[in-house]
């Protein structure tokens, strides 16, 4: 399909371009053509008017004919018409009308004449316009041979344009295929232990439910693993649609991240991990309270699984140079590598593949808070130095302040 869209654009592209490229080319040669009439009927409407020929480089003739169209007078002027030639042009001029503009072939020659009425009779001029004729030939052979060269030249460019606006589309279609391959195995995983869990507790209906707690309590666990990835799926395809709507409200923003941090001291330092957290006191930001807690509490989570026993994670919140709030959290162990770092937010995307259900991730949380992030206009970056993952996290150009009170 990408390979067909990628040739339709081509020939379209090219198609359109060489059309546009024929206009231009027929436009001047159109142009050029009509210049030169226009010259011709000029150079004849002056002949007329003085009742001389001008010096221009063309070949005129004039004449004073009487009322049955014979000559009584003729002057040349780069042409040596014969007697003979110069009465069938007059008969071929003709008087009929207070003015005759038209055209006319004579011995192989063409020519453009324009007579007015004078006195009883009429005082005419003619032109030869032969090289009109060659021009035309001379301009359509150019023109079809700049339209061939033009093709050509535009081949290339086109199959680049082709390829650069397809690249997008290509990206999105791989990702949108890679994003349903990984979908279905994550939720395949937890219901194949859902499935194999339930016959285990219907092959003994007669067993109590404690029991069967150690089966119950693996489908209560993975029922709630499925229903945070589908959670987490409606939201990423809410904001690839657009739907996502903040409720903007004065968030206390220190206040909110502290109060997280603390309930979450307790299992972090039951895992053998240490945990401390810096707030700017006061810090209040204009924001959807809801999304920037589950923004904060996935970045927190990341942390928390992918710190060793005996390390250390480490929150900080304060502003920065712009006064936007910015959130850093930062834990030691398991440096990031430098090629993971910029592919750690993509959907389903995990540094070790293999740790997913040790630490019960599947790889959506990063890509949801950088969402969120961008959502309130602001940013997600992650970085490692001196073996510490460090995350930030800026909210944009909502308004931030500090209360009073």
Known sequence: MQKKLRMRFLLISWGLLTLLLLAIC?????????????????????????????????????????????ILESTQRHLSLGAETLQTLAAEIGQEGEQILGETELDGARYRYLAVKRHGGAWAAAAECSHEITLVKTLKRNVLLFTLLGMAALLPICMLLASWVSRPIEIAWNKQNDFVSDATHELKTPLTVIATNTE??????????????????????????????????????????GEIKLDVEDVPLSDMLEAICMERESEIFEEGKQFDYDMTPNLHYQGDRKRIEQMFKALLDNAQRYTPAGKSIRVVVNRDRKLHPR???????NPIKEDDLTKIFERFY??????????????????????????????????CKNEINVFTAILGDTETKDSEN
């Open 26 to 70: 027929g436009g001047v040669s159109i142009y050029m053509y009509q210049t030169a009439v226009d010259g011709t009927e000029e150079a004849l409407r002056k002949a007329v008017e003085t009742q001389t020929l001008s010096d221009e480089n063309r070949g005129m003739v004039g004449m004073l004919l009487d009322e049955h169209g014979n």
């Open 200 to 241: 285990a507790v219907m092959s003994n209906q007669d067993a109590s439910v404690e029991s069967q707690e150690k089966w119950l309590n693996s489908i209560q666990g993975e029922t709630q693993r499925m229903a945070g990835l589908v959670g987490d799926l409606l939201f990423l395809a809410k904001i690839d649609a």
């Open 327 to 333: 959130i850093v959290i930062s834990n030691a162990g």
């Open 350 to 383: 995990r540094v070790d593949p293999s740790r997913a259900r040790e630490t019960g991730g599947y790889g959506l949380g990063l890509c949801v808070a950088k969402s969120i992030a961008e959502l309130h206009g602001g940013e997600i970056t992650a970085e």
